[in-house]
């Protein structure tokens, strides 16, 4: 299949015999979730990944996704209780609430804030939601400016202690990278992550903030943004140039837009991560139903079919595959689902997608080269790739063929585990060629067949130039 499967790991599939099936059907990601555990948690799993990695001959990529700035309320007296559509609840600062009684009688529920500083800017009309969406209020009135609200429910439902809240469309004076985050992020790099998400980005200064991070820690891994926020959405061309893939977060993201806004924002979003030469992820309720029955829904079906043919990267799995109760199953489905919209994809876009006409040599090399492989009937494109660059060139042209990418950076190699119809190679130091690379490669490979022909993209060095370019397309017969 070409689309990458992304899972996540949980209690359901630690078993290393639960990974090597789900790598054999199609996962080519695993995602640790930070939010539930630490590096020390993690370390053995990443052994048993690389056993299974070894064992199938595949290579597989971990992402570490960092927890990030989750913001809940505090302990609600009576909790839980029964709330009514039109009540009246007041919210501030800890320890605001006898200021609330005096202020405002009609507000018999008072609830906190640990983070205070995020009601700044909050004025009368502004909408708030909490438990995950589920209670939506709106500002009744300012009591206190930046200090103390009173809400109005328009919906009614359980209000509990310590859940999430959310402010949509407001931007809120918080990084993105907490402390937790930062100490998991190099415990994450000693263990050996391949790639990081960063949860509830607002602008390119958060990747900025993380890069930093990384590069302190001396290395380089590809960071993924979570695109959790209005905001985000907003300045997402911005997001882009920094970040080094993208996530379409659709369950916090869903807090922040209309449910009805949502599919065309995603849209948008995987279009815009396409032209940018960047991975995109589609996340969140994909086969939702399978963490409790063995057979998604048919709506299930159809939202992730259409990811595949809005042209998603990956899509992911989060609750399916680590607390659900068919794990395996539900990565079969994904498969399965691929098998059938992937070749209507091809059908659709019917051949590889032309450049917009701009000055872009290495994009119009990319569809050169994906042409040439149209037109030749090629079994495949195999090109030689440093830094990833001309390989993500390729992918975003959309080729029927597959694409094998040999690099000699492993990193390089992990980060290709997010492209659309990707197989990533670990190139040898010789011969120093990168043609001759690629030639004894198809050579070897025992899926090409003697008289096949196969596109090779490579870089050939330029006397007097140290820095060697992709620069030849080349049609090699086995």
Known sequence: MRTRIVATLGPASMDINVMREMVMLGVRIFRLNFSHADAAHFGPVIQRIRQVEAETGVNVTVMGDLCGPKIRIGEVKGSPLQLRKGAYVGLGAPGMDKECKQCASEADIFVSL??????EGLTQGMPVSLSDGMLQFVVHKVLVPDQLFVLEALTGGILTSHKGIAFPGKTLKVAAMTEKDRKDLHEGLDIGIDAVALSFVQSREDIDDLKAEITAHGTWIPVVAKVERRNAVDKLDS?????????????DLGLECSPAELPIIQKKMLRACRHAQKPAIVATQMLLSMVKNPI???????????????????VMLSEETAIGSYPVEAVRFINEIAQHAEPYYLERINGPFVPKPEKNPPKFLAYSACLMAQNADSAAIVCHSTTGATARFISSRRPAQPIFTMTTDERVMRWMNFFWNMTPIKSPAEPRSHQKRAEKFVQEHPGFKSGENIVIASGQATPGLGTVMTNEIKIFYK
Do not use: F, K, Q, Y
Not at 114 to 119: G, H, I, R
Not at 239 to 251: C, H, P, S
């Open 114 to 119: 640990d983070v205070p500083e995020l009601l």
């Open 296 to 314: 998604p829904t048919r709506a299930e079906s159809t939202d992730v079919a259409n990811a595949i043919l809005d042209g998603a990267d990956c």
């Open 239 to 251: 997001i882009l140039e920094a970040a080094d893939a993208i996530m379409v977060a659709r369950g």
